[in-house]
């Protein structure tokens, strides 16, 4: 079974930062994506940002857009989410993900293992 830990969450004022990490298994093959993805009470889950191990090629949802920068440490299997200028409607438990197949895009219904998440609170 892969691993998957996310930690970094916490609650920080409006406009301010945080920086989550995932930290997954060692995969076989290069051809997986990771992903975060985050669900706010009440909605729905929501696709934030996506990185490929194989190129680091990115992915990202319209409402976080040049706010949010998602990257990697291939040698650590390490995937960080640096959030910047949050806002309150940011609130929500961040899940990571992994598509062991890197087509998923932002689709969490195709991603294969997930982590149990992280509390980010934004207040206003």
């Known amino acids: 079974e892969a691993r998957i830990v996310e930690s970094g969450g916490g609650l920080v004022q409006t406009g301010g930062s945080l920086r989550l990490s995932c930290e997954t298994s060692?995969?076989?093959?290069?051809?997986?994506?990771v992903g975060w993805f985050r669900q706010a009470p009440g909605k729905e889950r929501e696709g934030v940002a996506r990185?490929?191990?194989?190129?680091?090629?990115?992915l990202y949802a319209d409402s976080v857009k040049g706010r949010f920068t998602i990257s990697s440490v291939n040698d650590k299997n390490t995937v960080y989410l640096q959030m910047t200028n949050l806002k309150p409607e940011d609130t929500a438990i961040y899940y990571c993900a992994v598509d062991l197949t890197g087509v998923a895009r932002l689709d969490g219904d195709l991603y294969d293992y997930w982590g149990q998440g992280t509390q980010v609170t934004v207040s206003s």
């Open positions: 060692k995969f076989v093959f290069d051809t997986y994506g």
């Open positions: 990185i490929l191990r194989k190129d680091g090629d990115t």
